[in-house]
């Protein structure tokens, strides 16, 4: 399975410009994935012509019966092309092929719900007085460009693409550079069904965010930003995009805690903490649950507990189905995994874990032991950044107030996760704690109908989650008439 992924503009598929072919490779096994050639800013700006022409002489934006139509057809492209789609992804990015196909499950359901929801376009009307009648409209933005991450890539890019083109957008998408491949991939099998949409609608520009990623965002033709990353690149997506007062939204990293209360199901919990923290993306995921607070009475038994299960999971290529722990992406993600876990050694007790392997079917992949530490300061170095890696921090606490206070310790508000048995300390704790989702008794799980917010430098911009997707996607107008004459 090799791909040659090219730029999506218009409708064709084009080279991009610089010439310099880049290859990508199987972070478990070394071996040769695809190649692709990076996009001059040429290229961008070409993409964004076209989809401002689309935008603006095409019926997408004011055909919603088409957007349904093609929105239903990409859930069915994704559903036919499931088992392909999911083993390039795996291939690019060595997360485990079982989450792969989960995810793809999930970025269907995406295009599924919103087009259920394209119609409903819905504004307001209102008697201002005797003599003025308000309408409120909802419009589309415009021209949105899309800047998806490379951990989770087609779900998250779907997460935006789907609320997008269901408001009647069109999109220019910049991919991870680690994973350019998984989205090409995509996008190919899309156009290859979705006969209906209209060319420009979606394209796909190939390259590097200080080439493709930085002109997308500083471009004046571009309306929108949605980028998914990490708190310091949403820094600078931010400075760049108000440049123009450009509208955006941004979700970034996270640093959720996983918090086990002293009445919890002891079974639920572990594996909980242990799927939540290090299985599948081997921890490279945003809403990562690598702050595990234990309540002081139960400490030492969840520990004990948990620390003899983790030789027990099976570390690899992610494309092997018993594989529980994938690679990390890259050798600069490696290093940055492992300087962190020398960190953790000089402030913590290292439990279980903390080698890179690299022997046998490890040596030519990126694999890190799954890490456990031993009653990690809370506002130490590993308890307080995120480290994108299987390296998990076990904190004690001793009553609701100090684990509410340690939760809310860092920069990040994406995601937190509570375990108990007492429905109002949960309920408690969850409006206390600074997160724009919380999960009680389970970890991790998401729905399109369901809104989710972020706090602090988590992120900002509006929910891409929801129907308030919609409205993140969307513009206000209001239209005054005088009804006396």
């Given at each position: 399975m090799l791909t040659e992924a090219k730029n999506i503009i218009?409708?064709?598929?084009?080279?991009?410009?610089?010439?310099?072919?880049?290859?990508?490779?199987?972070?478990?096994?070394?071996?040769?994935?695809g190649r692709y050639t990076e996009s001059t800013s040429e290229d961008v700006d070409d993409a964004i012509r076209s989809a401002r022409r689309a935008f603006e002489d095409s019926h997408w934006p004011r055909d919603p019966k088409l957007r349904v139509r093609v929105l239903r057809e990409i859930h069915d492209a994704i559903i036919d092309d499931f088992e392909y789609l999911a083993k390039v992804q795996t291939s690019e990015n060595g997360k485990i092929i079982r989450d792969s196909r989960t995810e793809l499950n999930s970025a269907a359901d995406f295009f599924d719900y919103y087009s259920g929801l394209a119609r409903d376009l819905y504004g307001r009307t209102n008697l201002l007085d005797q003599n003025t009648m308000s309408f409120v409209l909802r419009e589309p933005m415009g021209v949105v460009?899309?800047?998806?991450?490379?951990?989770?890539?087609?779900?998250?890019?779907?997460?935006?693409?789907?609320?997008?083109?269901?408001?009647g957008n069109t999109v220019v998408i910049k991919p991870a550079s680690y994973t350019p491949l998984t989205i090409y991939a995509l996008l190919d099998k899309v156009l290859e069904r979705v006969k209906d949409i209209?060319?420009?609608?979606?394209?796909?520009?190939?390259?590097?965010?200080?080439?493709?990623?930085?002109?997308l965002v500083k471009h004046e033709d571009v309306d929108f930003i949605s980028f998914t990353g990490s708190t310091e690149a949403g820094a600078l997506v931010m400075r760049e995009a108000s440049i123009n007062i450009k509208r955006l939204s941004l979700e970034l990293g996270g640093k959720t805690p996983n918090i086990i209360l002293e009445d919890a199901n002891f079974e639920s919990a572990i594996q909980g903490a242990i799927r939540g923290s290090m299985l599948g993306s081997a921890g490279q995921i945003c809403f990562a649950g690598t702050r595990v607070m234990v309540h002081d009475k139960i400490y030492q038994k969840f520990r004990d507990n948990i620390i003899k299960l983790i030789p027990n999971l099976k570390i690899g290529n992610g494309l092997s189905e018993d594989v529980d722990v994938g690679p990390v992406v890259s050798d600069g993600q490696l290093k940055r995994v492992m300087d962190y876990i020398e960190v953790g050694k000089k402030v913590a007790s290292l439990l279980v874990g903390g080698n890179q392997l690299s022997d046998g079917e490890w040596s030519k992949g990126h694999f890190v032991e799954?890490?456990?530490?031993?009653?990690?300061?809370?506002?130490?170095?590993?308890?307080?950044?995120?480290?994108?890696?299987?390296?998990?921090?076990?904190?004690?606490?001793?009553?609701?107030?100090?684990?509410?206070?340690i939760a809310n310790s860092t920069k990040y508000g994406l995601s937190a996760a509570i375990w108990t048995n007492n429905i109002n300390n949960a309920f408690k704790l969850a409006?206390?704690?600074k997160a724009g989702v919380v999960w009680i008794n389970m970890y991790g799980r998401m729905f399109p109908e369901a809104e989710t917010g972020t706090y602090k430098q988590s992120g900002i911009g509006g929910t891409l989650r929801g129907m308030e997707a919609l409205n993140t996607f969307t513009e206000i107008k209001d239209i005054l008439i005088n009804i006396s004459e």
């Open positions: 218009g409708g064709e598929y084009k080279v991009g410009g610089t010439g310099k072919v880049k290859e990508r490779y199987n972070p478990g096994t070394g071996e040769l994935v460009g899309i800047i998806a991450p490379w951990n989770a890539p087609i779900v998250l890019l779907a997460r935006s693409l789907a609320p997008a083109l269901a408001a209209p060319k420009g609608v979606i394209n796909l520009v190939l390259g590097g965010g200080e080439t493709v990623g930085y002109e799954p890490t456990i530490f031993d009653d990690v300061p809370p506002d130490s170095k590993i308890a307080q950044e995120e480290i994108f890696g299987p390296v998990l921090s076990m904190i004690r606490f001793k009553n609701l107030d100090e684990v509410a206070a409006r206390r704690i």
